[in-house]
C-alpha cells in the first residue's frame, strides 16, 4: 500500500490573500493548500474524498461546494463539512422578498452566539448575510450552531435518502429520536417510547422507537438541497445541534410582503425546529462531523486510516493523500483557486442575489394570477385603493397603482406611477419616496403613504421621516 503523502511540509508560495480583494492574477499566486487541493481533488484516484472548511464565509464555502461538484473525477464521492457565519440561505428558484426579512436581516442587533459557560450574548456581527445558492429547495438559517454537509456522487448512485440515512446513523449516536421523513428531512420524533417497539430496528433509519402524534409532532434538525447534472449529483444540507438562535429563526424567516405577493419558483415549507442537543454542547460541531465521517467511511467500507487521517487534520491543518482517498482542512486560501474565486464573485453580486429572483407580482388586492384573500390596506388608504406589480428578473415590469377612488383620476395616476416606475431595478431603490414623490401634482400625503407601504413590503430603509 503507498504510504500517504503530508502536504503540511510544502513551501508556502505566497501567504493567503483576502477572498474579497484577490487580484485578477490569483491563479498564479496560489498557496500550498490551495493548489495541492486543487491538483488532488480533480486527481483520478481521488475516489473517496473527506474535507472540513475552516471557513465561516458562506460564499467561499459555497463556490468550494461548487467546484467539487463540477472539478472531482465523474466517479468520486466527497463528504465536505462547513459552519458559516449567521445568514439566510435561498434556493435557487426562490424570491427574497418573499421567503426573508431583508430589514431584519440588516437590523442593528446582532445574532446570538454561545459563551464559554454555555449562555447566549450578541455576537459581533451587525448583520445577516443574504445569499442565494446555486441548487434548488427552501430558504434556511445558518450560524454557529448548525453544521452544513454536503455529499457529492455520481448520478447513477444518487438517491434522496441514501447520504441522509447516514447521517442519520451519525446522529443516532448522540439522539436515538432523529429518523428520515417522507420528504426526505431529518426529523426528531417527539412522542413517547413505543410500547409496541420494545427494540427498534438500529438499520431502519425512517422509524424510531417513538410515538408520533398530533400533540407532539416531529421536531425538523435538517432540510436537503440537490443539485443534479449529467455525470454528478450534490444532495446538502444543514443540521440544527446546537444553534444558539433557534427561537429567533423565524424573524429572519418571515416576510411582511408575503399576504401580498405571489412568486413563481419554490415555496419554503414551513416546518417547527429544533436542535439536536437540547442543552448547549461545546464542540458539537466536531463531534457531528467525526460521527458522519464514521458513517460515511463505513457506508463505503473505507480504511480506518482514511477516518484516523481525517480526525487529525483538525489539528495539523493540512491536506493528507491515501491509495484511494484524499482527506484534509481547507482554510480561505482556497478562495485563491480561480474556479472558486469566480464563483464567490457571482455569488456575491446584487444581479445574482436579486436579479435572479423569478418572475412575481405584488398585490394589494385579489387578482387574476392570485386570487387569495388579503389583509386590508392601512386605514390612511382610501376603499378604492389598488396597488399592483409584475416584476420580472427583479426588474419592474408592469404597474397599475391608484390611490383615488374616481375611476378617471386612478386612471391618470395608474399611467404617472407606472412611467415613474418601469424599468427599475427593486434591489437598486433605497426608497420609493425619491421615484415617487418629486415633481407630482398627487396628493403629497396619500403618495407618502404609498411609499410608506411599498418600503415596508420590499425592506425599504427611508432616508427622510415619512408623513404620517
Known amino acids: 500500500m503507498p504510504p500517504r503523502r503530508s502536504l503540511a511540509s510544502l513551501p508556502t508560495l505566497y501567504p493567503s490573500c483576502s477572498p474579497r480583494v484577490l487580484s485578477s492574477h490569483h491563479q498564479r499566486n496560489l498557496s500550498s493548500v490551495a493548489s495541492q487541493f486543487q491538483s488532488l481533488a480533480q486527481k483520478p484516484t481521488s475516489k473517496y474524498q473527506i474535507y472540513s472548511s475552516r471557513s465561516t464565509d458562506p460564499f467561499v464555502n459555497l463556490s468550494i461546494e461548487h467546484f467539487l461538484l463540477q472539478k472531482t473525477p465523474a466517479h468520486s464521492v466527497v463528504l465536505f463539512f462547513y459552519v458559516d457565519r449567521p445568514c439566510v440561505v435561498l434556493g435557487r428558484n426562490q424570491n427574497p422578498w418573499l421567503e426573508a426579512d431583508i430589514r431584519a436581516l440588516n437590523d442593528d442587533l446582532p445574532p446570538l452566539v454561545w459563551t464559554s459557560t454555555g449562555s447566549t450574548t450578541r455576537g459581533p456581527q451587525a448583520r445577516v448575510d443574504l445569499v442565494r445558492r446555486r441548487s434548488g429547495g427552501g430558504a434556511v438559517f445558518h450560524d454557529s450552531g448548525n453544521v452544513n454537509y454536503c455529499v457529492i456522487c455520481p448520478t447513477e448512485d444518487f438517491s434522496r435518502d441514501k447520504h441522509a440515512e447516514v ?66 449529483a450534490l444532495h446538502h444540507g444543514t443540521c440544527l445541534l446546537n444553534s444558539p438562535n433557534l427561537q429567533n429563526i423565524s424573524q429572519y424567516l418571515r416576510s411582511p410582503a408575503r399576504p401580498y405577493l405571489k412568486a413563481r419558483g419554490v415555496d419554503s415549507v414551513r416546518s417547527s425546529v429544533g436542535n439536536v442537543y437540547e442543552i448547549y454542547r461545546p464542540n458539537a460541531a466536531t463531534r457531528f462531523q467525526r460521527l458522519v465521517a464514521e458513517a460515511f467511511v463505513s457506508h463505503y467500507r473505507l480504511e480506518r486510516e482514511c477516518l484516523d487521517t481525517f480526525y487529525n487534520s483538525e489539528r495539523t491543518r493540512d491536506i493528507q493523500l491515501g491509495p484511494d482517498w484524499v482527506c484534509g482542512s481547507l482554510d480561505e486560501s482556497v478562495a485563491e483557486i480561480s474556479h472558486i474565486h469566480s464563483s464567490m464573485n457571482e455569488l456575491q453580486t446584487p444581479e445574482w442575489i436579486y436579479g435572479q429572483t423569478p418572475q412575481f407580482i405584488l398585490s394589494s388586492h385579489p387578482v387574476q394570477e392570485d386570487e387569495r384573500d388579503r ?77 410608506h407601504w411599498l418600503n415596508d413590503m420590499f425592506a425599504k430603509r427611508p432616508a427622510v421621516q415619512e408623513v404620517s
Not at 418 to 447: A, C, Q, W, Y
Open 375 to 451: 389583509p386590508s390596506l392601512p386605514a390612511w388608504f382610501p376603499s378604492g385603493a389598488r396597488i399592483y406589480m409584475k416584476v420580472r428578473s427583479g426588474v419592474i415590469d408592469t404597474t397599475r397603482i391608484s390611490i383615488s377612488e374616481d375611476e378617471a383620476t386612478a386612471a391618470s395616476q395608474a399611467d404617472h406611477f407606472h412611467d415613474r416606475l418601469k424599468g427599475l431595478k427593486v434591489h437598486e431603490l433605497d426608497d420609493f419616496h425619491s421615484v415617487l414623490r418629486p415633481n407630482t401634482d398627487i396628493d403629497g400625503h396619500m403618495v407618502s403613504h404609498l411609499c
Open 167 to 232: 447521517v442519520v446513523q451519525a446522529i443516532r449516536q448522540d439522539n436515538p429520536r432523529a429518523r428520515v421523513n417522507e420528504r426526505h428531512d431529518i426529523v426528531l420524533d417527539q412522542g413517547d417510547p413505543d410500547p409496541d417497539v420494545l427494540t427498534p430496528d438500529p438499520s431502519n433509519m425512517h422509524k424510531t422507537g417513538y410515538q408520533a402524534n398530533s400533540h407532539k409532532p416531529p421536531l425538523k434538525v435538517s432540510g436537503s438541497a440537490y443539485k443534479l447534472t449529467r455525470t454528478r
